[in-house]
């Protein structure tokens, strides 16, 4: 195909953390002009048939996706998968493992904002849960808006939700070999989500994309919601470095959090090998 493709290849929707439903993301989407789209909920699939059939439903194209929760060298890192079959059970129970933790973890977080006064965040996060298996941070930040707290869930994550803070804590999730095996076994390609978010140094980032494609990965996002313009240059130069394809989505949550837009970021750099060109079989 063309990287003069308006393809948004991340986005979430209630079941993970966003706050529109498939079909609302789906109608959202094409009316931003999004030729092809993928829902990537966060270790979830739950969504995929509906987001499909809503796709369908507006003549865009569709790829199955999902953003896969993993911890490389102490940080946590997402892995996006694209174009795999949402029926596979290797990684509907990857998944499922992936996402095991996290209502423990919840308990412990509301534990750690009891301690600074913030009382029963636990059961007001719940409240703005769509998926019982999926509470996150995310909920955590929309309920300390609400009750007044901070004033936007930014700020939430600034002071509450990140590594020393009172409603931090720390998780293992998914490997990274796990992660990347999981999704190319059951037919899609493993991608590098959103790569300037990281706190690594040089030689860490080194080795991530050294073992990411050594594990079997195969694309990097280049144009994310997550990056500045600059970022766009540094990450297709390390692209090209690592002879990784090219994605481009803007990781939209919410209509009243999200800065980017479906379908509104600006297209991959011409230089590039987009995802959809590897992707085409798989493209519904
Ligand atoms: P969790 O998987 O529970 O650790 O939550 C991670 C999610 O929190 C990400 O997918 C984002 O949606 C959200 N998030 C992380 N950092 C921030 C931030 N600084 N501001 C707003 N949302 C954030
Ligand atoms: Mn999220
Ligand atoms: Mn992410
Ligand atoms: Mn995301």
Known sequence: MTTILNADLHCHSVVSDGTLTPEALANRASTNGVELWALTDHDELGGQHRALAAAKAHGMKYLTGTEVSVTFIGQTVHIVGLGFDADDPQLLQGLRQTRGGRGQRAMEMSDGLAKVGIKDAYEGALK???NPELISRTHFARFLVESGVCKETNEVFRKYLTEGKPGFVPHRWATL???????TQAGGMAVIAHPARYKFTPNQEFALFTEFKGHGGQGVEVVTGSHTAAEYLTY???AREF?????RGSDFHSPDESHTELGTLPYLPGNLTPVWDVLASRIQ
């Open 236 to 238: 297709a130069e390390l």
């Open 128 to 130: 703005f849960v769509g």
């Open 243 to 247: 002879g990784l394809v090219a994605s």
């Open 177 to 183: 070999k796990d992660a990347v095996s999981w999704i």
